[in-house]
Nanobody, 123 residues
Framework: VQLQASGGGLVQSGGSLRLSCTAS????????IGWFRQAAGKAREWISC????????FHRNSVKGRFTISRDNSKNSAHLQMNSLEPDDTAVYYC?????????????????WGKGTQVTVSS
């Protein structure tokens, strides 16, 4: 059972990146999926989540209108499209999955975590 986040990199301010979260060993379709990030010296924070039903998705206020979470059950994966990136978005980004069917923001409610992918936004 594994989650793998990918797609990070170095981008200039105003640029875009698309992160992917791929599951192996289980089906993401039955899970709610969340994205978190952790900047250097700061606590990890929730960014976005999508349930496995019709509720949501949800995004934290600082990324609303810029980030979009989606899922592709046919590829057992989820994505985070990040547009209009800002230097403050620089962080390690993590995807996570929870057996709860609805979106949650609390880290401890997620059952599986992927290794992070670094996103660096230069000014």
């Amino acid at each position: 059972v594994q989650l793998q986040a990918s797609g990070g990199g170095l981008v200039q301010s105003g640029g875009s990146l698309r992160l992917s979260c791929t599951a192996s060993g289980f089906s993401l379709e039955s899970y709610a999926i969340g994205w978190f990030r952790q900047a250097a010296g700061k606590a990890r924070e929730w960014i976005s989540c999508t349930s496995n039903g019709d509720v949501g998705p949800f995004h934290r206020n600082s990324v609303k209108g810029r980030f979009t979470i989606s899922r592709d059950n046919s590829k057992n994966s989820a994505h985070l499209q990040m547009n209009s990136l800002e230097p403050d978005d620089t962080a390690v980004y993590y995807c996570a999955a929870t057996t709860l069917v609805y979106c949650v923001v609390e880290e401890h409610k997620y059952d599986f975590w992927g290794k992070g992918t670094q996103v660096t936004v230069s000014s």
